[in-house]
């Protein structure tokens, strides 16, 4: 049973994440949360708190709300199917890391690029600042 201490509202849940209450109500009309209503005012439970945990660090992982979708239904499955949608969950997260250490490389490569530019930059200017003494 939910007790009222256990309860958090929208402003409870955003200073404790860190989001707003516009990203709140985007994910409950995405079917991403479900808080308690009544009347006009929302209630997230524990679950909505763990769910909410787990939106933000796929979002920080870059997977896409599907995939997020994907992951938390994990949650709401037993048994065979929970293994199944696990091991789904395990196959996005590798193909997303591939993808993450592909871009990783992309960038350290253009890192070394813009530094070899910049040291050539470098030398120019010492050479018109010598020029000018």
Do not use: H, N
Request: proline fraction near 2%; include cysteine; charged fraction near 40%.
């Amino acid at each position: 049973m939910t007790t009222k201490e256990d309860l958090l509202t929208i402003r409870d849940m955003c200073d404790t994440f860190e989001v707003t209450p516009r990203t709140l109500r985007f994910y409950e009309a995405k079917e991403l949360l479900s808080p308690i209503r009544r009347g006009t005012a929302r209630f997230y439970t524990y679950r909505d708190r763990a769910r909410l945990k787990l939106i933000l660090r796929g979002k920080r992982f870059g997977f896409s709300l599907e995939d997020i979708r994907q992951l938390l239904d994990m949650y709401d499955r037993e048994g065979r199917q929970q293994e199944a949608q696990l091991r789904r969950t395990y196959e996005v997260a590798a193909e997303r890391l591939a993808q993450m250490e592909r871009q990783r490389a992309e960038l350290d490569e253009a890192i070394a690029d813009l530094k070899e530019q910049m040291a050539w930059g470098e030398g120019v200017l010492a050479a018109f600042r010598k020029a000018a003494e």
